[in-house]
Nanobody
Framework: VQLQASGGGSVQAGGSLRLSCSAS????????MGWYRQAPGRERELVAT???????DYIGSVKGRFAISRNNDNNTVFLQMNSLKPEDTAVYYC???????????????WGQGTLVTVSS
């Protein structure tokens, strides 16, 4: 089982980007999916999460600008980022917790990072 992220890029302040992350492999269910980010010289921080029922949570700095969603049928999570600011510049990582497969339960998986650069 792997997570594959895509959708990063460079935009000007005020622009939008949409990140996607798909879990590959034979998967029964994923309890929680989310996005983290790590800016240069800073620790990785949680940006947003969404559970199987669609309950979401965001850090304060992105509320009202970012929207997380997921498709349980194909185990994909999205992050729609609007009104981007230079301080949103970071490598964004997708995360999944409690992944149930026919063979085993994975406590946690990480996707590769995707770079988002917002210029002023």
């Amino acid at each position: 089982v792997q997570l594959q992220a895509s959708g990063g890029g460079s935009v000007q302040a005020g622009g939008s980007l949409r990140l996607s992350c798909s879990a590959s492999g034979s998967i029964f269910s994923i309890r929680l999916m989310g996005w983290y980010r790590q800016a240069p010289g800073r620790e990785r921080e949680l940006v947003a999460t969404i559970n199987r029922r669609g309950t979401t949570d965001y850090i304060g700095s992105v509320k009202g600008r970012f929207a997380i969603s997921r498709n349980n049928d194909n185990n994909t999570v999205f992050l729609q980022m609007n009104s981007l600011k230079p301080e949103d510049t970071a490598v964004y990582y997708c995360n999944a917790e409690h992944i149930a497969t026919p063979d085993r339960m994975y406590p946690e998986l990480w996707g590769q990072g995707t770079l988002v650069t917002v210029s002023s």
